[in-house]
């Protein structure tokens, strides 16, 4: 199965904000479309990602005057991507090792989507369930 499959099902929408965008502009955004994480876009490409983790912690750090700071002083500038090509199984495992909830989709250099933990686990949940059907029916049935 691959990551093209997956944003069949979910979409390919990807929330995003500009490097210069506000901790707290950030904040309504993630509130704004119940999600955990957005992407840092540029011109060239992905920047970075930033979490809601990533606000928590620094937050803890710096206090209140962060939210006025821009995304580009928290976000994770070292993002680890995929394509639509790779499979899930291989993102799961990547995802689990280096303990990354979200991954950005790239395919040609163009963000085509974004995959989170929560996809990955689902779509796998899905195809287990769809084998578990297909050997009962084999069992069924000879």
Known sequence: MRIADVLRSKGSSVATVPPWTTV???????AKHNIGAVVVLTPEGV???????????????RGAPLLERPVSEIM????????SNDTVESLSVMMTERRIRHVPVVD?????GIVSIGDVVKRQISQLQEEQAQLEQYITQG
């Open 24 to 30: 707290a502009e950030l904040l309504g955004e993630l």
């Open 76 to 83: 994770t500038t070292s993002v680890f991507t995929c394509t």
């Open 47 to 61: 920047a970075g990602i930033v979490s809601e983790r990533d606000v928590v912690r620094r937050l803890a750090e």
């Open 108 to 112: 040609n250099g163009r963000l085509a």
